[in-house]
């Protein structure tokens, strides 16, 4: 068990759909990533959060948001969905000092139709 | 920009072979370096990590790593593989940011099957 939370495990949704994933770090851990895996695509970075403020961003649609909350936890939202969004939607956390490792949730698996 | 080649998209070897699987990676100053594993249905769980020091570094699962910095490697090795390690393996390269924490970028991972 890696400590991180990831909610919904499997979400099923119709194109132009919204949906919320949620994801709950380590305890300690200020820094949230995402990363999106898909069969073409394989592990691509989204975005990442650091004490509540955006620190990087990768290949994070204009659809797609995300935000972390005073408490830590994060939320990826995806918008207008279409048949290409879906995925396995991975959360990483890791401490802001140390050798600067991630550990992941389970991942949620978002299928759209 | 940092990037990940794994070049065997696929391994197959028979149970208590020895293996090796290859990274090579990309980036302009001494990397961070990982080896995550990936079960089925499962997140990626840390193998071993290089940031500095011994060039060999050892792992959970009887899994060693070296690094090259000549040959730009940090290729996965196992001495006797079991049925247990059938899964996919993804090297990963990072880049310290601001504020701390640490993007990592991936390689698009090697499938091992392990023949009984």
């Known amino acids: 068990d890696s400590g991180v939370t990831q909610t919904p495990k499997h979400l099923i949704t119709a194109t132009g759909q919204r949906v919320t994933l949620r994801c709950s770090p380590r305890s300690g851990d200020l820094s949230v990533y995402w990363y999106q895996q898909s069969l073409d695509q394989g592990l691509q970075f989204l975005i990442q959060?650091?004490?509540?403020?955006?620190?990087a961003k990768g290949n994070i649609l204009e659809r797609f948001s995300a935000q972390q909350f005073p408490d830590l936890h994060s939320e990826l939202n995806l918008s207008s969905l279409e048949l290409g969004d879906s995925a396995l939607y991975f959360c990483?956390?890791?401490?802001?000092?140390?050798?600067?490792?991630?550990?992941f949730g389970e991942g949620s698996r978002l299928t759209v139709l | 920009a940092q990037s990940v080649t794994q070049p065997d998209i696929h391994i197959t070897v028979s149970e208590g072979a020895s293996l090796e699987l290859r990274c090579n990676y990309s980036?302009?100053?001494?990397?961070?370096l990982f080896w995550y594993v990936q079960s089925p249905g499962q997140g990626l769980q840390l193998l071993l990590k290089?940031?500095?020091?011994?060039?060999l570094v050892q792992g959970i699962k009887g899994f060693e790593a070296e690094f090259k910095r000549s040959q730009s490697s940090f290729n996965l090795r196992k001495p006797s593989v079991h049925w247990s390690d059938a899964a996919e393996y993804f090297c990963?390269?990072?880049?310290?940011?601001?504020?701390?924490?640490?993007?990592?970028?991936f390689g698009t991972g090697t499938q091992l099957k392990v023949e009984l």
């Open positions: 990963a390269v990072g880049a310290r940011g601001e504020g701390g924490g640490n993007k990592l970028t």
């Open positions: 990483a956390s890791s401490s802001e000092v140390g050798t600067g490792e991630l550990f």
């Open positions: 980036y302009g100053a001494t990397p961070y």
């Open positions: 290089y940031f500095s020091g011994d060039t």
């Open positions: 959060y650091y004490n509540g403020e955006e620190r």
